[in-house]
């Protein structure tokens, strides 16, 4: 598949919103070099942001490009997907190959909200591409660290 | 970048002159959106983005940057100890490998029977396809020991699960890998392997 293999690879998913327990976020990034950031700031009752990053093997990251490449996601485009506003914000940024997406949309609470947006079908890759991320991620970060992630 | 714009704005009204001789003057000339800025702060800057990007997304227009920079510029991200050098790292209580190939009917059975032979597993992920939900295709698997996790990757890589073929490694790295030692195999890769295994 086109990009899976070879050429630079980088990833960085943010979610978050600013309230009343401040700014309260999850983001993390694959980088070129294998390093994988984890960081999750919750002010809620107890005050801790938890930043984690570890080293990963190049299969590793492999496997992270063929979830992407399968889901296609660099052919959408997040022009008809709502923005972001006071209830959260989404960053998905991918390069891959020779393409660099930075996509921003709103917080997507269930399959509701993609199916009453305007690009029900883009907004669904992103929707479950961003699920099936997490999942790895916090396979990872918890396996490794022996903590919960969220 | 500001100061640069700024000037530019400084030479127009001779530069109008000019554009009028020439006919009907091209509006788009000054709102011409600037070339897009790689948002992110790893990519931004870098020498080794060889050939131009072909970018999509609102992200490129927005400027959120410095927020944005601040939540990961900090130093004080946690690891565990490494070793230094290259080679696996070990997890706070244990060694994890990842398979991949893994079909999407597997059941954590299949892998518990095939991988518990190098040992206890401590852990199993087999994480699902949250649209399908079916097998996403990859499992995490922890041992105590770093010879059952190298039994595990050493006689399993390359071998058929429930008719497809699986690469098992290791999760965890002492540090960042380069393109160049990527091929690079470890001592034990050279020994004759048995036969793949079928299961």
């Known amino acids: 598949m086109a990009g899976e293999d070879n050429g630079e690879f980088y990833l960085r998913y943010y979610v978050g919103h600013k309230g009343k327990f ?9 980088r070129p070099d294998g390093k994988l950031r984890y960081a999750n700031n919750s002010n809620y009752k107890n005050d801790t942001m938890i930043r984690k990053e570890v080293f990963l093997t190049p299969a590793v990251l492999k496997e992270c490009r063929r979830i992407i490449a399968e889901s296609e996601i660099m052919k959408e485009d997040d022009n008809n997907w709502p923005e972001p506003d006071r209830v959260g ?11 660099h997406i930075s996509f921003t949309t709103s917080k997507i609470g269930s399959l509701v909200d993609v199916q ?34 969220i | 970048m500001a100061t640069a714009d700024v000037e530019a704005v400084d030479f127009e009204p001779e530069d109008d002159d000019l554009m009028d001789e020439d006919g009907p003057v091209e509006v788009e000339v000054s709102p011409r959106a600037p070339p897009p800025k790689l948002k992110s702060a790893i990519t931004g800057g870098s020498t080794s983005l060889s050939a131009p990007k072909k970018t999509k997304g609102r992200g490129f ?47 954590e059975d299949d892998l ?9 597993i401590r852990n199993l992920h087999l994480n699902l396809d949250r649209r399908t939900g079916f097998v996403k295709g990859y499992a995490m698997i922890e ?8 039994a595990a ?11 497809h073929t699986i690469t098992v490694d290791w999760a965890f790295s002492n540090g960042p890998f380069k393109r160049r030692s990527m091929r690079r195999r470890s001592p034990r890769g050279h020994r004759s392997r048995s036969p793949r295994r079928r299961y």
């Not at chain 2, 518990?112 to 040992?119: H, Y």
Request: with cysteine; aromatic share 12%.
């Open chain 1, 22 to 30: 401040g700014h309260e976020f999850l983001e993390f990034e694959f």
């Open chain 1, 89 to 99: 914000r989404q960053e998905l940024e991918i390069v891959m190959g020779n393409e």
């Open chain 1, 116 to 149: 009453s947006s305007k690009d029900p079908e883009g907004l669904r890759i992103f929707y479950y591409l961003v699920q099936d991320l997490k999942c790895f991620v916090f396979s990872l970060i918890s396996l490794h660290f022996k903590i919960k992630p």
């Open chain 2, 61 to 107: 227009r927005e400027e959120a940057d410095a927020e944005r920079n601040n939540r990961f510029a900090s130093k004080d991200f946690d690891s565990l100890d490494s070793g230094g050098g290259p080679g696996p790292q070990r997890s706070i209580e244990g060694w994890i490998i990842l398979v991949t190939g893994v079909h999407e009917e597997a059941q």
């Open chain 2, 112 to 120: 518990q029977n095939v991988f518990g032979e190098f040992g206890e």
């Open chain 2, 143 to 150: 041992y105590e020991n770093f010879e059952e996790a190298q």
């Open chain 2, 153 to 163: 990757i050493s006689e399993m890589n390359g071998a058929e699960l429930l008719t």
